[in-house]
Every structure is written in C-alpha cells, then in structure tokens.
C-alpha cells in the first residue's frame, strides 16, 4: 500500500488504512530518515487507539509505555540510540516484542533479527515540499 501526503491532515487516511487493514497485527516498523514523520504517524495511530498519556519521542528513554482509556498497553520505542544487538536484548526488548501490545518501533534497521516474523513495515520518504510517501508492507 502507497500514499502520498502533502499535509498533516492527510494522515488521518494511511491511519485509517493501518488499522483497518493489520487488525490482527501489533508489531509496527517505522523506517526513514530524520524527520520523515516517523513519530508524528505514531501520534496519529495512538491518539485514534485513545492513548490517554501524552504521546512523545522516546528517543531518550528508548521506550515509552502508554496506557489507553479502556487500559489497554501500547509500546512506542526508539531505537536509534542503541548500538548493539546486545544493548537491545539488555533493556528487554523481547518482553515487549512478544507481549500482545501494539508496538510501534523506531529505527528498527539494526535490529531485525530480533523482530517476529510476523511484523509491518513502514517506511516513509520525505520529499520536496514536504510532501512525503508512505509504503506499508506486510512482514510475515
């Protein structure tokens, strides 16, 4: 699936599309460069998921954990920090890979040996104009 946005705006339709079309998914893979739009797509997503935390970068903390208003659990990681396999297998990221939440995952690149088969990839392209594309693929 491609899209093509110009506006924030029009994110509301690769939203739609995403939870529409992966409703048996958890795994989410957002690939591109910085500021391609990677944690504002996820904002979108947990904010239509009704996260009731504020949603924001975990760059720092690697991983955000949000609760929504029916108290379920989504995960936002950031693993741009990490340099290692090992380093991501130290702060547990199996545990949240396999843990039946939404996880939403930045900077995935380095660390696909340890995702589930089973995953989508996101992978957005920012182009002149602020126009950026958007590709989802199905991992399975």
Known sequence: MLFQIARLDDL???VDA?????TQDKIFCFYGNLGAGKTT?????????QVVDVI?????????????????VVYHIDLYRL???DEAINIGIEDYLYADNYCFIE??????SILPDKHIKIKMTKLEDDIR???IIKNN
Do not use: Q
């Open 83 to 85: 340099k290692s396999l």
């Open 107 to 112: 900077w995935p690149d380095n660390f696909e």
């Open 56 to 72: 924001a970068s975990p760059t720092y903390p690697i991983i955000n954990e949000y609760k929504t208003n029916d108290n379920k």
């Open 18 to 22: 995403i939870l529409t079309n992966y």
């Open 12 to 14: 509301k339709v690769v």
């Open 133 to 135: 594309n958007i590709e």
């Open 41 to 49: 797509l996820i904002k979108e997503i947990c904010e239509r998921l």
